[in-house]
């Protein structure tokens, strides 16, 4: 069972999100190869050339600094975007191979998900971030578009919350959506 722990508020600072960028060049049967492109990911070490990256070029560290992210794209009449990566400082060098987009500071709604890795995306057959984004407007927190009129979301997985399952076999994440840029 699949289960929203919590809703909350978070407050950001200038980020710099860096990954590889999918889109519908990256669909096979109308989906995201999502599984076979986390696993090139883990197989590959990417997550660790960022996490050095971040290492070498800064002091900075960031709250959640360890999570890996899946973060979502929507513009209406634009492709959708898929990325794959990790938030690290404002400034952070990018390496050679990845793609990257800056985010101002700003806040985001935080949904936490409890439950099965295989289970905590699809809920009663209703994608999570769906039931997540529902449960944040009930709450008085509905996402915003950016100055290109673009919608920001984001799933993050905490190295220390999501792919070591508790006793139960589940895992924690947190689906979060941006309700404010602060220019």
């Keep these: 069972m699949v289960e ?19 889109d519908n ?3 096979v049967n ?12 883990f197989k590959s ?9 971040v290492r070498e070029n800064t002091n900075d560290t960031l709250e959640n600094g360890d999570a890996c992210i899946a973060l979502n794209r929507n513009k209406s ?12 400082p404002a400034n952070t060098e990018v390496p050679k191979g990845f793609d990257y987009t800056d ?11 409890y439950g099965k890795a295989e289970q905590v995306y699809m809920n009663e057959g209703i994608s999570i971030m769906n039931q997540c984004n529902d449960r944040l407007k009930e709450e008085g927190m509905s996402h915003v578009h950016d100055e290109f009129n673009v919608c920001w979301a984001f799933e993050r997985y905490p190295c220390s919350r999501f792919p070591t399952p508790d006793e139960k076999g589940n895992g924690i994440l ?3 959506f941006f309700m404010n840029f602060v220019k």
């Design 77 to 88: 009449g634009e492709p959708f975007q898929y990325w794959i990566g990790m938030f690290t």
């Design 30 to 41: 109308g989906t995201f190869e999502v599984k076979t492109k986390w696993d090139e990911w």
């Design 174 to 176: 947190d689906c979060c």
């Design 4 to 22: 929203i722990t919590k809703l909350f508020k978070q407050n950001l600072e200038a980020q710099r999100f860096i990954g590889k960028k999918y």
């Design 103 to 113: 985010f101002p500071k700003s806040e985001v709604g935080v949904c936490r998900v």
């Design 45 to 53: 070490g990417w997550f660790d050339v960022i996490r050095d990256q």
């Design 25 to 27: 060049a990256n669909r």
